[in-house]
Nanobody, 122 residues
């Protein structure tokens, strides 16, 4: 059983940057596809970014392209999300998750972290 723990969230201003981390324990995640999702108050959880097991394949939701970057360090068993030029509409709880397939669909992800809050003030 794998455990995922997100960290790095916080309260920032518009235009600031944050780097989220997702540390995995219990087993190696080097063969898993991974993703970041977010959920704003009153809204459904939505896809943000995904990365393949090797790190070669990456995909982003349109609203974060050019601002966010997903990466992973399989030696450290950790997933990252670098978030630049943050906007108030990026405010949400951010979750990392594992999937057996490279996917943008929430239902394909089986293991989830507890989330980390990102709040962007205007």
């Amino acid at each position: 059983q794998v455990q995922l723990v997100e960290s790095g969230g916080g309260l920032v201003q518009t235009g600031d940057s944050l780097r989220l981390s997702c540390a995995a324990s219990g087993r190696t995640i080097s063969r898993d596809n991974m993703g970041w999702f977010r959920q704003a108050p009153g809204k459904e959880r939505e896809f943000v970014a995904a990365i393949g097991a090797s790190g070669a394949s990456r995909v982003y939701t349109e609203s974060v392209k050019g601002r966010f970057s997903i990466s992973r360090d399989n030696f450290k068993n950790t997933l990252y999300l670098q978030m630049n030029s943050l906007r108030p509409q990026d405010t949400a709880v951010y979750y990392c998750a594992l999937s057996p397939q490279f996917s943008t669909y929430l239902q394909n992800y089986n293991d989830w972290g507890q989330g980390t809050q990102v709040t962007v003030s205007s």
